[in-house]
């Protein structure tokens, strides 16, 4: 059983930054794929980006394209934590963002998703 739990959300005026963090369980953490996802009310569940495992220390990030050259994410085996880097903040990417891990590595399948953490932007 993999466990998540993210932190780090809160309330950002447009053109702000904040980063997310997710902590998993897991011991073999490293070959997850961990992934973010984001959903605003009214509206359905959306991918903003993913780290998955490509074999030994090789890792492949994507992005939506919404959030390309604004987010970066990053993870740190050590600490089985996966981050979000959330710059430029729009009002439009307020929503609750999820983490999500895929044991099987490519990011493919997510079994297991976190609480979410509000991410609010104001204008």
């Known amino acids: 059983q993999v466990q998540l739990v993210e932190s780090g959300g809160g309330l950002v005026q447009a053109g702000g930054s904040l980063r997310l963090s997710c902590a998993a369980s897991?011991?073999?953490?490293?070959?997850?794929?961990m992934g973010w996802f984001r959903q605003a009310p009214g509206k359905e569940r959306e991918f903003v980006a993913a780290?998955?495992?490509?074999?030994?220390?090789?890792?492949?990030?994507n992005y939506a394209d919404s959030v390309k050259g604004r987010f970066t994410i990053s993870r740190d085996n050590a600490k089985n934590t996966v981050y979000l880097q959330m710059n430029s903040l729009k009002p439009e990417d307020t929503a609750v963002y999820y983490c999500?891990?895929?044991?099987?590595?490519?990011?493919?399948?997510?079994?297991?998703w976190g609480q979410g953490t509000q991410v609010t932007v104001s204008s």
């Open positions: 897991g011991r073999t953490f490293s070959s997850f794929a």
């Open positions: 780290i998955s495992w490509s074999g030994g220390i090789t890792y492949h990030a």
């Open positions: 999500a891990a895929d044991p099987g590595g490519r990011g493919h399948y997510y079994n297991y």
